[in-house]
């Protein structure tokens, strides 16, 4: 077969393969909109799995518990939409009653407005908890789509229609169960999200992004406000599972003074704790906040509170009229509420703050200043200078071979004076980590070793440099190989180190992109290459012709 029969060939068996694999890790937000799964054949028509609620009425901010059921399936996918117009986007929020079979995916740009399988692992009974919106329709109908095999599945099966009170009552709703049982719970409800209107005036607020609006679905929120001897407290953010804030003397995590809100059976606990170096949360005994309000809604979980400015009485508990670094996190709660490492770097403000002082409304930095310059000076030095080294090495020799710059060859002098600026900046980026550590870090993966491993090489280089053989020397064939190989070595590992530290959680890239342009420069640099290497040999078969 020819190479462009071959090509085609090969194109053709990746678009005919592609749709086969399905979706069995339940990714499915291609399918938010039709709910149709993308396996190549119609839907049955007569579904055999039903979805039951465990009541028929909701006020915004009320949990339903939803079930799906019937015989043996392997993928599922719940929404809830407007039961007046079936074709309108996912709306309210879930939570999860077994993560290990159903995860929660984001639809229409409502973070986890659906639910999905994890795998295709059999199974006859899904359990999870639909959180009512601020802004929810009269009445609400939840769908299902649910794949028995890859060939055979259902798409938005109707389930139960639940109104608000005093809403038309429409036509019983399908499949509902019999006893309507009340949602709302007998703890203070926020009815609404916070605002952000008197940060700056009356409230010290922290915002992730700045100036973030904490209604959006993508802002950290945090607030102090302080009330005659109390201080009242209000933090907001997308979670899944737990909210933190945490005052510190210093900028690392240990011994610190923290406030926890905790996603558990669908309602949110507040609790207070004590950091103890990189441990978990100790969490206390006697709980000193007062006013406890909260809200899950919308992907969002919120929750107020209030503090007496002096708790004399509870050991480890901050006078919140001093200055402290105010950490802001957030992480995953297991059933029963027990809350897991945060996934990304928690928010620190870059200085000292007293909340019960002047009004502010500051930002913060999920990336210690110390890590960014790491991150930057090691960008410069491998993607940058040692890039334009190499290629000054290799190409302008024969350019610059008449040129000379404080009585050596330029095209020399230059790529010395990069190669060293190399070496100083990667020596200099190399130890701002142990500073900030103070050590070794064990949650870097292989990126500190492979690291090592680098700083190793650029100074054998520069050393082996320092004692190279003159142009006629019998050893120079040599230590070119050497030189070449030691290099190339250090470039490659470089490089493979860096896309493995833009994934770390300290540096607070933004995932993909982050990726994609380290990608793009790579393969500019690359390129440039091998066009000069193209050129290069067209010039010495152009000569040699000649």
Known sequence: MELPGLAFAVWMLICFYAPVGGYPNGKVREACTSMVPCHGSSPQLSPEHTITV?????????SIEVHLSGPVFEGFFIQARDAEHLESPALGSFMLADRGVSQLLTCAHTK???????????????KVYWIAPGNAPKRVQFLATVVKKYKIFWVKIPGPIVSQPNALSPTPPLHATSEAVSTSHPVSYLSKPFNASSCGRTKFCIRNPSNCDPESASCFFLSFQQEGSSV??????????????????????????????VGEDHRVRAITAYLKERSPPVLDSENALEDVSWRLADGLL?????????????????????????????????????????????LITNGIYNIT??????????????????????????????????????????????????????WFQVHRMLMLTTVML?????????????????????????????MALAIFQALMAGFRPSR????????????????????????????????????????????????????????????????????????SSV
């Not at 465990?54 to 009320?62: C, L, R, S, V």
């Open 54 to 62: 465990n009541g028929t009425e909701f006020k915004p901010g009320d």
């Open 112 to 126: 986890n407005s659906a639910v999905s399988h994890t795998s295709k692992a059999k199974k006859k009974h899904i």
């Open 232 to 261: 009242f407290i209000e933090m907001s953010g997308p979670s899944e599972g737990y909210l933190a804030f945490a005052l510190s003397h210093d900028q690392w995590m240990g011994d610190d003074d923290a406030y926890l809100c």
């Open 302 to 346: 919120q929750c107020s509170f209030r503090r007496s400015i002096h708790l004399p009485a509870h050991k480890g508990r901050f006078n919140l009229d001093a200055s402290y670094y105010i950490f802001l996190a957030d992480g995953e709660a297991s059933e029963g509420g027990v809350i897991h490492k945060h996934q990304q770097q928690p």
């Open 357 to 410: 002082g002047l009004p502010q409304d500051i930002g913060g930095s999920r990336s210690p200043r110390l890590i960014k310059a790491h991150g930057a000076l090691m960008f410069i030095a491998w993607i940058t200078t040692v890039s334009i080294g190499v290629i000054v090495a290799r190409f302008f020799k024969p350019v610059w071979s008449y040129s000379f710059l404080f009585g050596k060859e330029m």
């Open 426 to 454: 990667t020596s200099i980026s190399f130890v701002l980590p142990f500073i900030y550590r103070g050590g070794w870090s064990q949650q870097a993966g292989f990126h500190p070793y492979l690291g090592c491993t680098v």
């Open 472 to 543: 006629h020397a019998p050893r120079r064939q040599l230590f070119n190989w050497f030189h070449w190989c030691t290099g190339t070595a250090a470039r490659i590992l470089a490089v493979v180190t860096m896309f493995l530290g833009m994934n770390l959680a300290a540096l607070d890239l933004p995932d993909p992109w982050d990726t994609y342009t380290m990608i793009a420069f790579v393969t500019w640099h690359v390129g440039i290459d091998v066009l000069l290497e193209i050129h290069s040999y067209c010039l010495i078969r152009k000569g």
